[in-house]
C-alpha cells in the first residue's frame, strides 16, 4: 500500500490549493510537474497557461467545476 501526505500549496479567500507527497519521495506531485514543465521547452508554455489560470482561480472564481474535465481515460467516454 502507497501512503501520501496531503500538503497546502496555498490559501486564499477563493480556494485553497493542495498536493500530495507519496512517503518515500522528497518533492510533492505538484513540485515534480513543475520541474517537468520547466525542464521541457515543448512544455513551457502549456505550463504557464496552466498557472496563469490556477493564480486567476485561486483569485477570484475559484476551483469550479467548469474549469475540470471528468476523471478517467478519454476512451471511457
Known amino acids: ?3 501520501a501526505t496531503i500538503q497546502s500549496i496555498i490559501q486564499t479567500e477563493e480556494a485553497g490549493l493542495f ?3 507519496f512517503e518515500s519521495e522528497s518533492f510533492t ?3 515534480k510537474f513543475i520541474t517537468k514543465g ?3 521547452a515543448k512544455l513551457l508554455p502549456n505550463l504557464q497557461k ?3 489560470a ?3 482561480m485561486m483569485n477570484t472564481a475559484g476551483f469550479l467545476e ?3 474535465r471528468p476523471e478517467g481515460k478519454m476512451n471511457e467516454r
Open 66 to 68: 467548469r474549469y475540470f
Open 54 to 56: 490556477i493564480q486567476r
Open 29 to 31: 506531485e505538484f513540485q
Open 38 to 40: 520547466n525542464a521541457n
Open 19 to 21: 498536493t500530495i507527497i
Open 50 to 52: 496552466i498557472l496563469t
Open 1 to 3: 500500500m502507497t501512503i
